[in-house]
Structures are given as structure tokens and as C-alpha cells.
């Protein structure tokens, strides 16, 4: 089948906020109430950004992460579009997404192509699922020296909480459900529509 056949442009639905440490277990506790009637998954993850500067403002950004707890696991290689601004109606916010498993060799691979790594970081978390919505409730540790997973200290005090659905474009009615399901998560943490722009 050649490749320009059967692709479908996959979009992310997203809403955003952080939790503080204490409040981490009631929030847990109120997701397992929540959502599906299945074990919440626990990940470490290690996330390397790479950027591949070109003639526009703007460099292509890339994101490669691996499991670190799950042994033969592929890479997986992350590709995130600018938000669309458009529609002020939409509740969560809307980028071109594609994400795909990977050979082991997926950085060294980036490198021969041009790019150059930015950051580097671990995620450790839970994930929860809700029909087909996501959530996953992370901490980020900030890599000492590079290249050294084990050697890592939490970036802040806080939890990282994203809600977040993939769907093939145009089904925006996901946002209204993702906001329904926000607003149970009140007042233990605000999830919204956040800019990545506006943090720069």
C-alpha cells in the first residue's frame, strides 16, 4: 500500500493543570472513582526533545521517550502541531498529533538526520482511561547530568494532570465531554485550555 494511502490526520484534545504533592492522593482517589473499573496504569518514562533548525522562525520539534520500568518496550517518536486558535467555542485545545513505535535506534537515527537534542527529562505517573478519554497524573524530574536517568531531582512541588483524547479531525463534541468530565475534578485541580504560546 503506498504511503500516501489510508492516513488519517489524528488531532489532540487537551486540557491542563497541576496538583500540589498533598493533594496528590485525593486526586487519585477521586480519578479511581471516576474512571474505568480498571487498574490505573503506573509509567517512567524518558523523554528527550530534539529540534532540527531550518530556514523558518520556528524549529521542527520532535519528542523520542522510552519506558524505563518496562523492558522491551519500543521508542516511541512524538510529533506535536502549533494549537489551533481558531474556534473560541471549543473547550479543550485542539494540535495535529502523530505518534508512532519506533526501533531502539530512533536517536541515534534523529542525529544523522540533522537534529540536536534540546532537554531531556523523566516522567513518572498514572494513567487513567474514561472511554476514550486519558488521564495521566505525572511528576517531571529534571536529568543532572546528561544522560544519567538515575541521577534526577523533581523540577517542582507539584503533579502535572492532562485530560486528553486522540481523534481523527473534526470531532470536536470530545471537548464538550472532557469538559463535563473537569468539572468532577473541581475543585481538587482546575483543568483548562492552556496555551503553550502564552508559557514561553
Not at 78 to 90: A, C, F, S, V, W
Request: charged share 25%.
Amino acid at each position: 500500500m503506498p504511503v500516501t494511502g489510508g492516513t488519517i490526520n489524528m488531532m489532540e484534545y487537551l486540557l491542563q493543570g497541576s496538583v500540589l504533592d498533598q493533594s496528590l492522593e485525593s486526586l487519585l482517589h477521586r480519578l479511581r472513582g471516576l474512571c474505568d473499573n480498571m487498574e490505573p496504569e503506573t509509567f517512567l518514562d524518558h523523554e528527550m526533545v530534539f529540534l532540527l533548525k531550518g530556514q523558518q522562525a520556528s524549529p521542527f520539534v520532535l519528542r523520542a521517550r522510552r519506558s524505563m520500568d518496562k523492558s522491551g518496550m519500543p521508542w516511541h517518536l512524538r510529533y506535536l502541531g502549533q494549537p489551533e486558535i481558531g474556534d473560541k467555542n471549543r473547550h479543550a485545545l485542539v494540535r495535529n498529533c502523530v505518534d508512532i513505535a519506533t526501533s531502539d535506534n530512533l536517536t541515534d537515527f534523529l542525529v544523522e538526520m540533522g537534529f540536536r537534542m534540546d532537554h531531556e527529562f523523566v516522567a513518572k505517573g498514572h494513567v487513567f482511561r474514561k472511554g476514550i478519554m486519558k488521564i495521566v497524573v505525572y511528576k517531571i524530574f529534571r536529568i543532572l547530568m546528561p544522560g544519567n536517568t538515575e541521577s534526577i531531582e523533581p523540577l517542582s512541588l507539584s503533579y502535572l494532570v492532562e485530560l486528553n483524547v486522540v481523534a481523527p479531525a473534526g470531532q470536536d463534541i470530545v471537548s464538550d465531554d472532557m469538559r463535563n468530565f473537569a468539572e468532577q475534578l473541581k475543585p481538587l485541580v482546575h483543568l483548562e485550555k492552556i496555551d503553550p504560546k502564552r508559557l514561553m
